[in-house]
């Protein structure tokens, strides 16, 4: 039987509002797993799961381990810098290798847009993209509109911003297309040059002063700048830009309504973000990082209902 | 032939049937003390909290009650097909030393209750942990017997036996249904 999500999760461009609102929906009462003091569920029991990182990675990578645990999967971490070597043939390679092991599930992170479909289409595991490129970052999109849902109960009609480099941010681009799903409108605010050329194809309004995205917005998702943007000569200073650009307290203060503010994270403190509003009263940003683990077990949970593998064992087929 | 359909209990016989459930939980424990109703989603639950509040109305005691959800210990997800939907799991105390009552509307393989053992004991170590259920139809597949019944209903492999209870279906009714004899 098929899981209600197909084999894999690449992105949520190709999601429906209703499989979107199934992982939501699965997420909050997997929740409380975290909470106990036996924090484990024997749900993936005997599912092994890999995860791929090509791509140097922290908060996700803990986050998806702790999530393969949490549901008593068996996990193996294999990173690599696989800078220097064909990226195509690295796949591939790697790919029939991990099958010929009998692996259930793959995590994969990438520095190429499309990397988690290209594995995809070449094994049978399922596979979860957990970034690839500059494409999506879909559990982390997934894990910010479970945050907004939280607060705000339905995302319908409600405004979220997303503020910096929309340029190279494949969270923005889950983001962008995850809200407005859900209902949402979104904007996008940032330096000309850090916005994509075709960005008002994708049926967002683009603010050009951070003053009047806080003015319009319900929520504020503030990327991070990545610091080698300023070799790339897309901004003039960190400095200029914390002026221009930074979600300050002075500039929160003047806006018409409580906003809340995101961050996918790591924070640049003092600059895209200061450190009052980051750890200020509205500041969901640790809620964010706790959904993150509940949205991971959640699809988890439901892809691995469309494990091939699996299915056979538990049959005695295999 | 059409499946056959009985009422087993009218919501009369229900409501009776629970207090009389109540009354035997705490005869059962000697009274009320370090008891704990812990009610499997999604009916068991409401049974739950019917009996705790037949026991709230004749001793006067408010016992603590908790909701498990056993999806995620089930032990056939790999073969049901679509991923059931995941319910909430709620043990707003500590059960450690507890005198728990598992509470389900309907036993039947008795693997529900299998999970429920197994997801209880990741909450802690109660003294004791009793099953209370208002229908029991037989057909066991595990070595798993209740301490509190409310009704024997003898049901062929195939039949249904529903437990209907206002808060979730607007009615309080017990339902035998038959298939048709091929």
């Known amino acids: ?318 | 032939m059409t499946p056959s359909r009985s009422v087993v209990l009218n919501a009369r016989a229900l409501e009776r049937t629970l207090a009389r459930m109540a009354d035997e939980i705490v005869e059962q424990n000697d009274g009320t003390d370090d008891l704990v109703l812990v009610g499997i989603q999604r009916r068991g639950v409401h049974v739950a909290q019917r009996i705790a509040a037949v026991i709230a109305a004749r001793e006067g005691v408010e016992v603590p009650r908790g909701a498990l959800d056993i999806t995620l210990y089930r032990d056939d997800l790999q073969t049901v097909g679509p991923r059931p939907i995941v319910g909430r799991t709620d043990i707003p105390m500590a059960i450690e030393g507890k005198s728990v009552v598992i509470v389900d509307d309907v036993l039947f393989t008795g693997r529900t209750v299998r999970a429920a053992l197994n997801e209880l004991a990741d909450f802690g170590r109660p003294a004791r942990v009793r099953l209370a259920v208002v229908i029991d139809r037989g057909g066991r597949e595990l070595p798993i017997q209740p301490d509190v019944v409310g009704k024997y209903v003898e049901a062929q492999a195939g039949a249904r036996v529903d437990v209907f209870v206002l808060e979730q279906d607007g009615r309080d009714e017990v339902v035998l249904e038959t298939e048709p004899v091929a």
Not at chain 1, 64 to 84: I, L, P, Q, W
Not at chain 1, 140 to 148: A, E, R, S, Y
Request: proline share 4%.
């Open chain 1, 1 to 318: 039987m098929t899981s209600p999500l197909g084999k894999d999760l690449l992105g949520l461009e190709k999601l429906t509002a209703e499989q979107i609102g199934l992982i939501l929906d699965t997420a909050e009462p997997l929740k409380e797993i975290s909470e106990r003091t036996i924090k484990k569920v024997p749900t993936l029991r005997g599912a092994t799961i890999v995860n791929l990182f090509f791509e140097a990675s922290t908060r996700t990578r803990i986050s998806f381990e702790f999530a393969e645990k949490r549901m008593s999967a068996d996990t193996v971490n294999v990173a690599s810098a696989g800078s220097s070597i064909s990226k195509g043939e690295t796949l591939v390679d790697t790919a029939r290798n991990l099958e010929a092991m009998k692996i259930d599930m793959v995590v994969i992170r990438h520095n190429s847009s499309g990397a988690a479909q290209f594995l995809a289409e070449r094994i049978e595991s399922n596979v979860i993209n957990a970034g690839d490129g500059t494409h999506e970052h879909p559990t982390q999109g997934l894990l910010d509109l479970l945050t907004l849902r939280q607060r705000w109960g339905s995302l319908k009609g409600r405004k979220v911003c997303i503020c910096g480099d929309v340029l190279h941010s494949r969270v923005a681009r889950s983001n962008i297309w995850g809200l407005q799903k859900l209902g949402a409108e979104v904007a996008v605010c940032g330096p000309r040059s850090l916005l994509p050329s075709a960005i008002g194809e994708m049926g967002v309004t683009v603010f050009d002063r951070i003053e009047q995205a806080i003015e319009w917005a319900d929520a504020l998702n503030v990327l991070r700048l990545q610091l080698e943007r300023m070799e790339g000569g897309y901004i003039p200073s960190l400095r200029e830009y914390n002026r221009v650009f930074g979600v300050t307290r002075e500039r929160l203060d003047r806006a018409p309504k409580e906003i809340l503010i995101m961050h996918p994270g790591p924070m640049n403190r003092g600059v895209e973000i200061d450190s009052d509003v980051a750890d200020g009263p509205h500041s969901v940003i640790l809620d964010q990082v706790t959904n993150g683990v509940a949205v991971r077990m959640a699809v988890l949970y439901l892809l691995a209902g469309n494990s091939p593998r699996l299915a056979e064992a538990a049959k005695g087929g295999v």
